[in-house]
């Protein structure tokens, strides 16, 4: 395994076990999407290791669909999560921005733009990443595209977020929770205009895995927070009550 491999799987390895410390509520039947959004973006990170890359690619033709498959993941990973971030604060006119009415259509839009813009792409044979044809415009706006969605998500929930990171009236573990996911909320706004920035310099590329692995660890941790702040005030009545 690469060094450039280390970082998504260790990354995996730490959202796989936040998922499976979340299963429990999954067999409860409690939030669900967020699970499938964690179990989700485990297997993106997995895909972003070269060996396993090539292995399922080769699966599925070696014409690197699989890049395009993770991608258009990613798109369901941030509806699923973003959603139920709008939902645990009671905001339903943030759930309709990023579910419904215009964020359906920055969805539909940048998902089929992502899809043309890989076909307009020349990656006939398996290169993690596209590493490979990064010269390639179409694979620069293909990586553009595939993040708009994730992007316009973020922008959307940064306001409330910051604002529940600052409310006095918040148990300081909810608002460690909200701060640390703003924060990472914030590094996924940049992406695509960084993707884009590859037409000026290859180095660009360097700045999107440090900005979305960082990004996805201190989303991630938010709800896991919000997590074990409702074991503790669980635990805390059960003792009252015992």
Known sequence: MSPTDVVPFLVALVLGTFTLIRTPSLVRGQNTALWIAHALIVGCLLLAVTPIYVAVDGLLGGT?????????????????????VAQSVARPDLVHK????????VLLTASCLTAAFFVLADTPATSMGLNGYREDPWVI???????????YCSAILLPM????????????????????MATGFVLVVPVPVIHLAEFATATARTWVDLFLYTAILLVAVGPLLALVARKRRSYGRARATA
């Open 161 to 180: 977020l910051f604002a529940e990171s600052r409310n006095s009236g918040t148990p300081g573990i909810h608002r460690w929770a909200k701060g640390l």
């Open 98 to 105: 990023i579910s419904q009415g215009v964020g359906l259509f």
């Open 64 to 84: 690197n669909f699989t890049n395009l498959i993770s991608h258009l993941a990613f798109n369901l990973i941030f509806l699923a999560v973003c959603r139920q």
């Open 141 to 151: 706006a293909y990586k553009a595209a595939s993040f708009v969605y994730a992007a």
